[in-house]
């Protein structure tokens, strides 16, 4: 063989022994991996795990991108990444079973037309396109789900939002929720208004709502009581029956329900809206006691609220619409135990066990040990803080239980047997006891619904959920109802790291800017008002001939207007000053510092070299 | 291993007494941050990360490292001096990892010459320390892995231009090996198992994992065999030029 040949043959025979060994280690090494991340961010929750482990048939995963129409947004690309790296790692967890493609659709191809077909939510870009940025998945009966938008500011319920998704194409059917309640949540309810608790319960379970005149529950796997109409004694005896039945009840209950009375879009209140809720008969048999007279307050967590004091808007706590953070949460329930940033309540009950009850009665949400009761007339009045800070008493028995699981053996709260009345209720079909031991979730709050309460608008950045209401709603429902392998996977913490001296000077500058624009902007109306009433008696115009004092008091007005204005304008020009300074100064001290040192070493050295004798 | 050394340190001082490595270092120093703030609109995305940083590296280490790379064998060809270090009593893996390391410490000193990015977003937020310096580690290897292809064609040829496209042309490739677009040109004609242990070679796809934080053992092995493969390639390329010149 010549010489060439063999070197062309030994280079080639380097080339596929590196090529060999890498396919080979990438099978074998691959699953020895170590997540050097702070948070642990790529490691996988248990619950992932069981999910992924128990899948029975293969379910396809295409995650649907607009790469070069994401290219422009360095958020949503940095977003993109985490979501990759996510599916794969599920992916390359799932012994096969999982397979995952990537989808660039590009624009009029079917590969687009597909993906809208399967109900993705393109988001229109500035240049005109349209950027895809979800999942879709498919199982072996063609079943199929879909993540319409992978949301940036959602990125805490990544992992949770795939893994249900996977978990969803798995399972053989839906799970049924029943839901009694007053508010308006029901598709075609009277002012229904989109709620996104009640739109993500939707997406996972097959809810069924029954209207107040309801006559049978139908056969559920949980019955939510959400801030219900008062219901008469046949519908309590159904209830009553279900419970006993399924065991699975979770009921939310207020004396003093804002989220109830909110107007609808026809700036009312809906018809027949309910300011408390009750659940007189149940609740005792179900060994738990709640007075709906009663609110409770909290003013170590106080939520902050917008308030008018003395002609200001000024920043206040208000003990009647707290947080309750983790530490006033149950660390033994995993449903809230999972929670990291607290929920929000508004004006809720106070709930307490009943002595000699057979249910074992354990708060999941509590008051801190500052915690106060208030009546719940007062609290409808929407009292100010300094009002309630000179009434508030806090409780001897604070922390007070806002939320509480009963669990045990239940007894019928109607030990007779079926009321007698309008509805025909067979007698023989009674239960007095249930089978086995209930699960019964008792929230004395239905604002924790409110999004109002969870969520910050932000017509910049995005919503961001403050909050863990919705996932506490979730969580539960999946341990009532659904999966509870999902209920570890809520509350995981986001891998986003925020410039938070850039937050702080933008909350700053804005601050600074609102406070400033509202004095300025009064002080320009009154301006204006005060020179239009000039002009109307005519005494502003020296036309008019109005006496010289009063042309003058005209002319120094316009002056006023005129700086207003201008300082107006400079506030407006001032907002990012701050923060483009700080972005120059670190342009300088990482972009152009570095070479300049290595410039200046570098004539020192070559310099110092030259005068070495040598 | 002395004779290892003592190559190293002949080759570092190399880069050091001519303007070569501080023009480098500038170069580097001025377009990874750059990239990162201009290209990669690192202060819009709003999060104290350095992804915007580690998201471009990739591209310019691989028009940078060949250029590092470029003289290690050819100048000595162009200069003449090829003969005297393969008549000096060094093991030819000894003078081929010399060269290797010295140009792989000068890629690290302009990686590090990035750590006043660090720094800024440990001053703009709190950042996942652990998650950057293993993005560090993995720049650092993807760095190794270029020097050593570009290297192996240093010894192909005389001509350091030429070493140091080859040298673009061959990282480039070993980079975009994991890409939709080439996946896609290639599945179209060949099996699509063709296609994807294709994609399981790419220094990209590789890197991206140790990008993000997270350290796999094949990753990890997958660089140190292309930094293998490099300089088995141009231990075999001078010893037949050796061979040839005997």
């Known amino acids: 063989m010549s010489a060439p040949r063999f070197l062309a043959l030994v280079l080639a025979g380097l080339i596929a022994l590196f090529a060999g060994f890498n396919l080979f280690t990438g099978v074998v090494l691959d699953s020895v991996r170590l997540d050097l991340t702070e948070r642990g961010l790529y490691r996988l929750s248990p619950g992932t795990l069981e999910v992924l482990e128990r899948i029975e048939e293969p379910v396809q995963l295409d995650f649907v991108y607009s790469r070069e129409e994401a290219a422009r947004y360095p958020a949503i690309r940095a977003y993109a990444a985490r979501v990759r790296e996510m599916l794969r790692t599920i992916a390359a967890r799932s012994d096969g079973m999982v397979r995952l493609d990537e989808v660039d659709p590009e624009p009029f191809s079917p590969a687009e037309d597909r993906a809208i077909a399967a109900g993705l939510e393109p988001v229109p870009t500035e240049e005109g396109g349209q950027l895809f940025f979800g999942l879709i998945g498919h199982n072996a009966v063609d079943d199929r789900r879909t993540v319409a938008f992978f949301d940036p500011a959602e990125e805490a319920r990544l992992e949770y939002e795939i893994v249900r998704l996977i978990a969803e194409l798995d399972r053989a059917r839906t799970p049924v929720i029943a839901v009694i309640s007053s508010l308006p949540f029901a598709p075609d309810a009277q002012g229904a208004s989109p709620n996104p608790v009640i739109d993500e319960l939707a997406a996972a379970y097959d809810l069924v709502w029954l209207d107040e005149t309801f006559e049978a529950i139908p056969e559920a796997d949980a019955l939510f009581l959400l801030h219900p109409p008062a219901l008469t004694e046949a519908q309590t005896y159904l209830v009553d029956q279900f419970a006993l039945r399924t065991g699975r009840v979770l009921a939310a209950l207020d004396p003093m329900a804002h989220v109830a009375l909110k107007p609808g879009p026809d700036g009312l209140p809906p018809l027949r809206a309910e300011r408390d809720s009750a659940l007189p008969r149940l609740l005792p048999a179900w060994g738990a006691a709640y007075d709906p007279t009663v609110v409770a307050m909290d003013r170590r967590h106080g939520l902050p609220v917008q308030i008018n004091e003395g002609g200001r808007t000024r920043m206040r706590a208000y003990p009647l619409w707290f947080s309750v953070p983790p530490g006033g949460m149950s660390t033994g329930f995993p449903p809230v135990a999972a929670l990291s940033r607290g929920v929000n309540v508004g004006s809720p009950g106070v709930l307490r066990p009943l002595e000699g009850a057979a249910t074992a009665f354990s708060a999941i949400l509590a008051t801190s040990p500052e915690g106060a009761r208030l ?20 409780a001897p028995d604070a922390p007070l239980a806002l939320a509480a699981r009963l669990s045990g053996p239940l007894a019928s709260a109607f030990p007779d047997g079926p009321p007698a009345g309008e509805l025909a209720l067979d007698p023989a079909a009674h239960r007095a006891r249930s089978d086995g031991a ?125 700086e207003a204005r201008e300082r107006l304008r400079d506030i407006e020009r001032g907002f990012r000053v701050e923060i483009d300074a700080l972005e120059r100064a670190l342009l300088f001290w990482t972009v152009w510092v570095p070479p300049v040192l290595v410039l200046l070493a570098g004539f020192v050295f070559l310099l110092l070299r030259r005068r070495r004798p040598r | ?40 609109r690192l202060f819009e995305t709003g999060r104290a990360d350095l992804a915007p940083l580690f998201d471009y590296m990739p591209w310019l280490l691989l028009v940078l490292m060949p250029a590092l790379a470029m ?93 140091f496209v080859l040298g673009v042309g061959a990282c480039f490739l070993i980079t975009v090996a994991g890409l939709p677009f080439v996946l896609d040109a290639l599945s179209a004609r060949l099996p699509g198992a063709f296609a994807e242990a294709l994609a399981e070679l790419s220094a990209l796809a590789r890197y991206e994992s140790l990008r993000r934080g997270v350290l796999s053992l ?29």
């Open chain 1, 375 to 394: 009546d719940a007339d007062l609290a409808a009045g929407s009292p100010s803080p300094d009002e309630l800070a000179a009434i508030y008493q806090i």
């Open chain 2, 1 to 40: 291993m002395r004779a290892l050394y003592a190559v190293y340190r002949r080759e570092l001082a190399a880069y050091f007494e001519t303007p070569l490595a501080y023009v480098f270092l500038v170069v580097f120093a001025f377009a990874a941050p750059s990239f990162a703030w201009q290209v990669g």
């Open chain 2, 218 to 246: 094949a990753d990890l092995v997958y660089f140190i065999s292309l930094m293998a493969l490099g300089l088995a390639l141009a231990i075999t390329l001078i010893d037949a030029r050796r061979g040839a010149g005997r």
């Open chain 2, 71 to 163: 003289r290690a064998w050819a100048e000595e060809r162009d200069h003449g001096t090829l003969e005297m270090l393969l008549a000096a009593p060094i093991p030819l893996w000894a003078a081929a990892g010399g060269k290797f390391f010295a140009a792989w410490t000068v890629a690290a000193c302009a990686i590090a010459l990035t750590a006043p990015m660090w720094i800024a977003m440990n001053y703009l937020g709190n950042p996942d320390n652990a998650a950057i310096a293993t993005a560090y580690i993995g720049t650092l290897l993807i760095a190794g892995g270029y020097l050593a292809l570009g290297q192996a064609l240093s010894a192909v040829t005389g001509n350091q231009v030429v070493a």
């Open chain 1, 438 to 562: 209930a699960e019964i979730i008792l929230i004395a709050d239905a604002d924790l619904f409110d999004p109002a309460f969870f969520i910050n608008p932000d017509p910049v950045q995005g919503d961001r959920i403050v909050a863990d209401n919705l996932a506490l709603i979730l969580n539960l429902a999946d341990a009532l109802a659904g999966d509870p392998a999902l209920v570890s996977l809520r509350s995981r913490s986001s891998s986003a790291r925020p410039m938070v001296r850039v937050e702080d000077l933008r909350a700053e500058a804005e601050a600074r800017y609102l406070a400033l624009q509202e004095e300025l902007s009064a002080e320009l109306a009154a301006a204006e008002a005060e020179l239009e009433a000039l002009n109307r008696t005519g005494a502003g115009s020296a036309l008019s001939g109005a006496a010289a004092a009063e042309t003058g008091q005209a002319e120094a007005l316009r002056a006023r207007i005129l």
